[in-house]
């Protein structure tokens, strides 16, 4: 079975979902009506959590399979959760995604701060697909030598 994927954050950048999943997915522009996004604190990507209030554009990606879901939450780690969600197509039609939020538990990981793709993409992206790459194989348990220290700051997930 598959699912669709409404994504937020550096999963927005599709080299970044290709390299965590292996795979290039249809997608296209979408709205979360009543979720805002938020920079994760020391880190140089976002979390979202419900607010009620506003709304979060991202990116959702069609047709989800089994695998590729289960790299997308090994790279999502334990400070988010994958819940169902419904979403703002182009064409104001609606659909259920899942999505990756951070639970009211761990609200206080979020500072006040937006994110900003284009940031992201000019200032951080190589780096960080350094990172994703080692990450991923990590999780197939290839032994691949860790990215050189100066040049990661980001946590395992």
């Known amino acids: 079975m598959t699912v669709h994927l409404f994504t937020y954050g550096t999963l927005t950048l599709p080299e970044v979902m290709q390299a965590v999943t292996g795979q290039i997915f249809p997608a296209t522009d979408a709205l979360l009506p009543g979720y805002e996004r938020f920079c ?4 140089l990507y ?3 959590i419900r607010t009620g209030h506003q709304s979060t554009l991202g990116r959702i990606y069609f047709n989800i399979d089994p695998v590729s879901l289960d790299r997308l939450d090994y790279f999502e780690g334990d400070l988010y959760i994958r819940q169902a ?16 939020v951070i639970p009211p538990s761990h609200r206080n990981q ?4 937006s994110w900003s793709a284009d940031q992201f993409r000019s200032l951080h992206l ?7 790459h080692h990450w991923m194989d990590e999780y197939a348990g290839n032994s691949s030598p860790a990215p050189d ?6 946590p395992e997930p």
């Open 149 to 154: 220290e100066s040049d990661t700051w980001y």
């Open 85 to 100: 969600v419904t979403v703002v197509l182009p064409e104001y039609s609606t659909l259920y995604a899942d999505t990756y």
């Open 126 to 132: 190589p780096q960080f697909l350094v990172q994703v």
């Open 46 to 48: 976002p979390g979202m």
């Open 110 to 113: 979020l500072s006040h701060n």
């Open 40 to 43: 994760v604190v020391d880190q």
